[in-house]
């Protein structure tokens, strides 16, 4: 991508409505545009980012067996009349009137819309176990809308479904959401450390918040240091294998939010020394629920023996448009984001310090064709901008890798690669910059 045709409108000033870094840096660097309380536009070098996160989360249900589909944004409140949410949910749920008055809202979640499409289309246990996903934008009227993409009003969310014939089934489903979720964060660079949830009036012992420690994060965490230094399950893990064992590492530490922290069970549980108290993000949230819904909503299913039982169900939240903020708070430094190669919007800033003079401008094209080729995402700045201000927009919008060439270096054949990350920096011969760089980046990209 030629930065003469992108659209990048970078902020001087830091906006001063925006309180944390991730807030302040995705203004500046022409991420997000605010066009109401807790909505947002992305554009372009946000939306990047935000397609490549949907794409991990993708990839990590396929393998764990999801299915993909998509359910509108606007439901029809019987639907939730159905349930008992439609009262309960409060304030937090948008309400609308189409042209015949009938009652209808923008989606908080799916788990209402989910049961009735699984009980239209699922009559027997041979139809289990099953899981289906969305990413689809979702809408909280939040008291508090702030941190930008953080606590939004209109947000993207990822959210599964499983159904199962009983509740060992159910729990296999909810091991294989737990994998998967540890496995997604990762890819994005981010360590998340499952907590133990409330599961409110529900009951039962299943649900867990993944949360990514950040000091700007809206939760107090409490855990076990052991749990975060805990080896994450590679991409090939069997699914249908055993995950118990894996989950029950991860859940014998003591991990819980404030909501659900006891310090005295803490101190009696963890020595002095393995005592982390934080904060965190919570970047995702499973729960299995059981019959919450199939049984309000009479969603069965024929057992082997003929009998009819309610579907066992989970439900299982990744929060999408979150995710950009967290991997920001968690890779940022005073001039700007530093992103993972698993996220950047581009791999690779290619800065030009004289466009106009004919050789500069041969060796950046020849150079942004072979990387492009090498299939390298490269964003080329080919503006008269002047060499500060192309570095400064370079840090500030924080791709792994920049590549610096100017008539100084191009004299003794060089191009200069800098790390965004540490901010080391090496020259490099130009006819082996294009080979150079395609393999720092694959490198990165490589993943287990
Ligand atoms: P929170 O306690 O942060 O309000 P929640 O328990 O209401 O979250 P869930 O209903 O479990 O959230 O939604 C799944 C995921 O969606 C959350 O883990 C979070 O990452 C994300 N999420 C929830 N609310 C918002 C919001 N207002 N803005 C952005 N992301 C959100
Ligand atoms: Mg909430």
Same mark, same amino acid.
């Given at each position: 991508?030629?930065?003469?045709?992108?659209?990048?409108?970078?902020?001087?000033?830091?906006?001063?409505?925006?309180?944390?870094?991730?807030?302040?840096?995705?203004?500046?660097?022409?991420?997000?545009?605010?066009?109401?309380?807790?909505?947002?536009?992305?554009?372009?070098?946000?939306?990047?980012?935000?397609?490549?996160?949907?794409?991990?989360?993708?990839?990590?249900?396929?393998?764990?067996?999801?299915?993909?589909?998509?359910?509108?944004?606007?439901?029809?409140?019987?639907?939730?009349?159905?349930?008992?949410?439609?009262?309960?949910?409060?304030?937090?749920?948008?309400?609308?009137?189409?042209?015949?008055?009938?009652?209808?809202?923008?989606?908080?979640?799916?788990?209402?819309?989910?049961?009735?499409?699984?009980?239209?289309?699922?009559?027997?246990?041979?139809?289990?176990?099953?899981?289906?996903?969305?990413?689809?934008?979702?809408?909280?009227?939040?008291?508090?809308?702030?941190?930008?993409?953080?606590?939004?009003?209109?947000?993207?969310?990822?959210?599964? +479904?499983?159904?199962?014939?009983?509740?060992?089934?159910?729990?296999?489903? +909810?091991?294989?959401?737990?994998?998967?979720?540890?496995?997604?964060?990762?890819?994005?660079?981010?360590?998340?450390?499952?907590?133990?949830?409330?599961?409110?009036?529900?009951?039962?012992?299943?649900?867990?918040?993944?949360?990514?420690?950040?000091?700007?994060?809206?939760?107090?965490?409490?855990?076990?240091?052991?749990?975060?230094?805990?080896?994450?399950?590679?991409?090939?893990?069997?699914?249908?294998?055993?995950?118990?064992?894996?989950?029950?590492?991860?859940?014998?530490?003591?991990?819980?939010?404030?909501?659900?922290?006891?310090?005295?069970?803490?101190?009696?549980?963890?020595?002095?020394?393995?005592?982390?108290?934080?904060?965190?993000?919570?970047?995702?949230?499973?729960?299995?629920?059981?019959?919450? +819904?199939?049984?309000?909503?009479?969603?069965?299913?024929?057992?082997?023996?003929?009998?009819?039982?309610?579907?066992?169900?989970?439900? +299982?939240?990744?929060?999408?448009?979150?995710?950009?903020?967290?991997?920001?708070?968690?890779?940022?430094?005073?001039?700007?984001?530093?992103?993972?190669?698993?996220?950047?919007?581009?791999?690779?800033?290619?800065?030009?310090?004289?466009?106009?003079?004919?050789?500069?401008?041969?060796?950046?094209?020849?150079?942004?064709?072979?990387?492009?080729?090498?299939?390298?995402?490269?964003?080329?700045?080919?503006?008269?901008?002047?060499?500060?201000?192309?570095?400064?927009?370079?840090?500030?919008?924080?791709?792994?890798?920049?590549?610096?060439?100017?008539?100084?270096?191009?004299?003794?054949?060089?191009?200069?690669?800098?790390?965004?990350?540490?901010?080391?920096?090496?020259?490099?011969?130009?006819?082996?910059?294009?080979?150079?760089?395609?393999?720092?980046?694959?490198?990165?990209?490589?993943?287990?």
């Amino acid at each position: 991508m030629r930065l003469s045709t992108f659209f990048l409108p970078v902020l001087k000033e830091t906006p001063a409505e925006a309180q944390i870094a991730s807030h302040r840096l995705m203004l500046r660097a022409g991420m997000i545009r605010q066009e109401g309380a807790g909505i947002y536009a992305w554009l372009p070098l946000g939306h990047r980012v935000l397609k490549k996160i949907e794409q991990i989360v993708r990839e990590e249900q396929n393998r764990a067996g999801a299915v993909e589909m998509l359910m509108p944004t606007i439901q029809p409140a019987d639907l939730w009349r159905e349930s008992g949410r439609y009262d309960a949910y409060g304030k937090e749920m948008l309400r609308i009137t189409d042209r015949s008055d009938r009652e209808m809202l923008y989606g908080p979640t799916n788990e209402e819309m989910i049961t009735e499409i699984f009980r239209a289309g699922a009559k027997s246990y041979k139809d289990l176990p099953k899981m289906m996903y969305h990413i689809q934008w979702k809408f909280r009227d939040e008291v508090r809308p702030r941190f930008g993409v953080m606590r939004g009003r209109e947000f993207l969310m990822k959210d599964n +479904y499983s159904f199962d014939i009983d509740e060992e089934a159910g729990r296999k489903s +909810y091991n294989k959401m737990f994998i998967a979720y540890l496995r997604t964060f990762e890819r994005m660079g981010l360590k998340s450390i499952p907590m133990r949830a409330d599961t409110g009036p529900i009951g039962g012992d299943l649900s867990h918040e993944f949360i990514v420690l950040a000091d700007t994060g809206e939760s107090a965490v409490f855990c076990d240091k052991r749990i975060v230094e805990l080896p994450v399950p590679p991409k090939d893990v069997d699914f249908d294998g055993d995950l118990q064992t894996t989950v029950d590492q991860f859940t014998t530490y003591y991990a819980a939010t404030d909501e659900k922290h006891d310090e005295n069970e803490f101190e009696d549980a963890v020595e002095d020394g393995n005592r982390v108290s934080a904060r965190g993000i919570e970047v995702g949230h499973i729960f299995f629920f059981g019959t919450k +819904y199939s049984d309000a909503m009479n969603a069965v299913v024929a057992t082997p023996d003929g009998k009819e039982v309610p579907v066992q169900m989970g439900s +299982y939240g990744v929060g999408v448009s979150r995710l950009v903020g967290a991997i920001i708070e968690a890779f940022h430094d005073g001039d700007g984001c530093k992103w993972p190669m698993a996220v950047a919007p581009f791999h690779v800033g290619l800065i030009n310090l004289k466009v106009g003079d004919a050789e500069v401008d041969a060796a950046c094209e020849k150079l942004y064709q072979s990387l492009s080729d090498a299939g390298v995402d490269v964003l080329y700045d080919n503006t008269p901008a002047r060499g500060g201000e192309k570095f400064a927009r370079m840090d500030l919008i924080g791709l792994p890798y920049q590549i610096v060439i100017g008539p100084r270096g191009l004299k003794d054949g060089k191009a200069e690669v800098k790390r965004r990350s540490d901010g080391e920096r090496e020259e490099i011969a130009l006819d082996q910059v294009s080979d150079h760089v395609a393999k720092l980046v694959q490198d990165a990209l490589a993943y287990n």
